[in-house]
C-alpha cells in the first residue's frame, strides 16, 4: 500500500538557519504531493502542494519539488524563524479518487532566537 | 466562512462514560474525514464520508467506536464505553472533493478519559 516516510524528529534551528525535511513516499501511479503544518493547539492546515513530477510546490517562503525518480518530496526553507515551530506532516493522494490522504508520522521543528 | 467547527474543544471524563464528539464541516465540502492524533501512533485516518455515506470504516478502531453523519452539516463520532488509551486529540477535517485533495482540519477535540 502507500506510505510515508518523513526525517525523524525533533529538529532544533537557530533563526535564520536552513531548513530541510525529508520526505520520501511509496505509491502506486502517479500521487498529489503535500505538506501540511500543525501550529500548537490547532488543526492542520495545508501549507503546499505538487500534483505531478517536476512541480515545486511554494508558501510563505516554505518550497517542496515533486521528484518522482528519487520519490520524494523534501521541504526546503532559507531562513527559519521563530514563528516557523510546528509540526511538519508530509502526505499523499493516490489519486485513485478516494480522496484520502496518507501521511508520515510528522516533524516537529522548534526554531531558538 | 467559519472553517470546520468542533465541539467540545476539551472532554474530560471517566472511564465507561460514553462520550460524544461534534462536527461541522464546510459549507459545500462533500466529504468528512475523521482522524484520531496520539504521541505514540501519530495521525490516524478512522472514518470518512462521502455525501453523508460512510466510505471506509476500517481505520475504527474497536465497537465502540460509531460516526454518524445525519445531514451534510453534521457528524458525531461516539465512543460507548470510553477507556483510558481512547486519550487523544480527535480531528474533523472536510473536503470539496472533485480532485481538489486540500483537505480542511478542524481545532480538534481533546479527550481524555480517566
Known amino acids: 500500500g502507500d506510505s510515508v516516510t518523513q526525517m525523524e524528529g525533533p529538529v532544533t534551528l537557530s533563526e535564520e538557519a536552513f531548513l530541510t525535511i525529508n520526505c520520501t513516499y511509496t505509491?502506486?501511479?502517479?500521487?498529489?504531493l503535500f505538506w501540511y503544518v500543525q501550529y500548537p493547539g490547532e488543526g492542520l492546515q495545508l501549507l503546499l502542494k505538487?500534483?505531478?513530477?517536476?512541480d515545486k510546490g511554494s508558501n510563505k517562503g516554505f518550497e517542496a519539488t515533486y521528484r518522482k525518480e528519487t520519490t520524494s518530496f523534501h521541504l526546503e526553507k532559507g531562513s527559519v524563524q521563530v514563528s516557523d515551530s510546528a509540526v511538519y506532516f508530509c502526505?499523499?493522494?493516490?489519486?485513485?479518487?478516494?480522496?484520502?490522504?496518507?501521511f508520515g508520522t510528522g516533524t516537529r521543528l522548534t526554531i531558538i532566537p | 466562512d467559519a472553517g470546520v467547527i468542533q465541539s467540545p474543544r476539551h472532554e474530560v471524563t471517566e472511564m465507561g462514560q460514553e462520550v460524544t464528539l461534534r462536527c461541522k464541516p464546510i459549507?459545500?465540502?462533500?466529504?468528512l474525514f475523521w482522524y484520531r492524533q496520539t504521541m505514540m501512533r501519530g495521525l490516524e485516518l478512522l472514518i470518512y464520508?462521502?455525501?453523508?455515506?460512510?466510505?471506509?470504516d476500517s481505520g475504527m478502531p474497536e465497537d465502540r467506536f460509531s460516526a454518524k453523519m445525519p445531514n451534510a452539516s453534521f457528524s458525531t463520532l461516539k465512543i460507548q464505553p470510553s477507556e483510558p488509551r481512547d486519550s487523544a486529540v480527535y480531528f474533523c477535517?472536510?473536503?470539496?472533493?472533485?480532485?481538489?485533495?486540500?483537505?480542511?482540519f478542524g481545532p480538534g477535540t481533546r479527550l481524555t478519559v480517566t
Open positions: 477535517a472536510s473536503s470539496p472533493g472533485s480532485h481538489t485533495y486540500e483537505q480542511y
Open positions: 505509491a502506486t501511479g502517479y500521487p498529489s
Open positions: 505538487a500534483t505531478k513530477a517536476d
Open positions: 502526505a499523499l493522494d493516490d489519486n485513485f479518487g478516494n480522496e484520502k490522504l496518507t
Open positions: 459549507s459545500g465540502h462533500d466529504y
Open positions: 464520508f462521502n455525501n453523508n455515506v460512510p466510505i471506509d
